[in-house]
């Protein structure tokens, strides 16, 4: 899968992808990651990229002519199935998205800054808008972080069978359940006895029966 983020704030975004399963999964050439910054895309000699809203107010909004130039010139190199502007008044992302983009060839993240981005843009270009969560953040920077994240590490090949996505959160519906490591006691705190039994199955149904009281307890939405 390729994707590219489009951004103001390219060193925000580039530092994420350098570490860890998601330099893995491009070492592993399953995953490029293409940090473009918008500020490229400005035809102004001051690089500008943002204006003052039409009808006043507070913040500025950022123009649709660098995007426009941005978007276009990366749809000349390619054919996205998805156009991803990250906002807070779009569609909350969640596992059943992330599974569903894992199979995509190409994207585009779209990240806003200031007040957001020219209406038109979103009209003209974009043909997804996600939001993490019903809060507001500075940018869409760490939304494009999080969702290109839960997309790459579900896609075939990035995990191998220890870290694999199939254990994780939500993939059932259920919240994982609780691990442990060595110490087996540690100051008195003894792990579950079922853990060192070496039964494979007993293990299993303990584990699941966790995650549904877990899920019951946490989030009880889940099981509906
Ligand atoms: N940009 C600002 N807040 C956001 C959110 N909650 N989700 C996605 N993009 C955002």
């Not at 489009?6 to 975004?13: K, R």
């Not at 940090?35 to 003052?52: E, G, M, P, T």
């Not at 060839?105 to 997804?128: M, P, Q, S, W």
Request: with cysteine.
């Amino acid at each position: 899968m390729h994707i590219d983020i489009i951004t103001l704030f390219p060193d925000m975004v580039q530092n994420y992808f350098e570490h860890s399963i998601m330099k893995r999964a491009q070492a592993k050439q399953l995953a490029t990651i293409n940090v473009i910054n918008l500020r490229d895309y400005s035809a102004n000699k001051h690089k500008k990229v943002d204006d003052y809203p039409f009808g006043g107010g507070a913040g500025m909004v950022m123009s649709i002519e660098p995007i426009a130039a941005c978007i276009n010139a990366l749809k000349a190199q390619r054919t996205y199935d998805e156009i991803i502007f990250l906002t807070p008044d779009g569609e909350v992302f969640n596992q059943p998205t992330a599974n569903r983009f894992s199979s995509y060839k190409n994207i585009i993240l779209l990240c806003g800054h200031y007040k957001g981005i020219d209406e038109r843009a979103r009209e003209l270009f974009v043909t997804k808008e996600l939001s993490i969560g019903d809060y507001v953040l500075t940018g869409g920077e760490l939304a494009a972080c999080v969702v290109a994240d839960a997309i790459i590490r579900v896609m075939p090949g990035v995990l191998n069978d220890e870290t694999s996505a199939l254990s994780d959160s939500f993939q059932d519906n259920l919240l994982s359940p609780p691990v442990y490591t060595r110490p087996a006691n540690y100051m008195g705190h003894q792990i579950p006895e079922v853990l060192l039994s070496g039964h494979p199955i007993k293990i299993a149904d303990w584990r699941h029966e966790q995650a549904l009281q877990r899920t019951q307890a946490r989030r009880p939405d889940l099981l509906k």
